[in-house]
């Protein structure tokens, strides 16, 4: 998660203490991907969070193509008007609370041995900042650094690292609506908050252009590869990369058997990504579903699949 500019603290570094949490529950979902756009809309109801509205509208190919130094907004035209019907259909009013879900491609993630960063509690941010930095290709003031650390002393220290730049065109775009960002996700990330926190399980988030694969350790993770659209875009690449995200597994992680594996995929990707984790992981994987109690009737189930990260977010926040 990513407080956005407006809500930041006042210093260098980002200050995330508590994973998976979202400080302010927002009312409204705005998910980009190459695909399609999503928005969604929740109420509070008596203490029951309830989905009141759901949108999703294609895009032409080629129109959104996300890269870690852009943004991807290539047909900026088509995607504002995108944005704004799917933004109406769902009754977003002006100055609601906002969540915004980029692609995994637009941060560069990395996991760090606690030993690797351990330094006084007060600056601990800062030295993974400071680690995250070197291996992002922009200088330390154009860049932003999100820190989570575990409750465990064995599990690895998380930091994202993004543009500074490209954040600020996801957060602009959102305020372009009257919209109060408050927020920004990965994909990868909000769909984590969707699966079990109970052994280990993987998550294979495919978009055209990019990849991610995911494995968590009872809810927190012990590895993830994202990968851009040259890898993305070919089956023989992306069933490399699974197997070698196995391998890494049984070899370093010690890993003999998955609690259960999940795909968020389009239709066209998923029987072949299905198949490719079963084969290596010897675990058939469920396709990600949107949280339970978030439905509305009517809505296509194909909608509802591709909404899985912008619901999972907002679910979270109740």
């Not at 979902?29 to 294609?58: D, H, N, T």
Request: aromatic share 6%; no cysteine.
């Amino acid at each position: 998660m990513i407080l956005s500019s407006a809500q930041r603290p006042q210093s260098l570094f980002e200050r995330v203490r508590r994973y998976f949490q979202d400080p302010a529950g927002a009312q409204v979902a705005l998910e980009f991907s190459s695909v399609a756009l999503v928005a969604a809309r929740v109420e509070s109801v008596r203490g029951k969070l309830e989905l009141r509205a759901l949108a999703s509208e294609p895009l032409s190919p080629g129109a959104f193509a996300p890269r870690l130094d852009d943004p991807g907004f290539v047909h900026p035209e088509e995607l504002r008007d995108v944005a704004k019907r799917i933004l109406n259909r769902v009754g977003a009013a002006n100055d609601a609370r906002t969540a915004i879900v980029v692609p995994d491609v637009v941060a560069r993630f990395r996991l760090f041995a606690q030993e690797e960063v351990q330094t006084d509690p007060k600056h601990r941010d800062e030295v993974v900042a400071f680690r995250m930095q070197k291996l992002l290709p922009f200088p330390p003031a154009a860049t932003r650094v999100v820190t989570a650390w575990p409750k465990s002393v064995d599990d690895p220290v998380l930091g994202i690292g993004f543009s500074s730049s490209v954040l600020s065109a996801y957060e602009q775009a959102g305020h372009s609506f009257g919209l109060d960002v408050g927020s920004v996700e990965t994909s990868s990330m909000a769909l984590l908050r969707a699966i079990p926190a109970e052994g280990d399980v993987l998550l294979v988030r495919h978009d055209p252009t990019w990849l991610t694969v995911t494995l968590t350790r009872n809810g927190w993770p012990v590895a993830i590869r994202s990968f851009d659209a040259s890898v993305a875009s070919r089956q023989e690449e992306v069933r490399r990369e699974i197997s070698s995200t196995a391998i890494f597994w049984r070899d370093r992680l010690e890993g003999e058997r998955l609690h259960s594996a999940f795909v968020h995929a389009s239709d066209a990707w998923l029987d072949s990504l299905t198949r490719d984790v079963n084969t290596v992981f010897g675990s058939m994987p469920q396709r990600i579903q949107s949280p339970a109690g978030l439905a509305v009737a009517g809505v296509p189930a194909s909608v509802e699949r591709s909404a899985a990260p912008a619901l999972a977010l907002l679910s979270a926040g109740s």
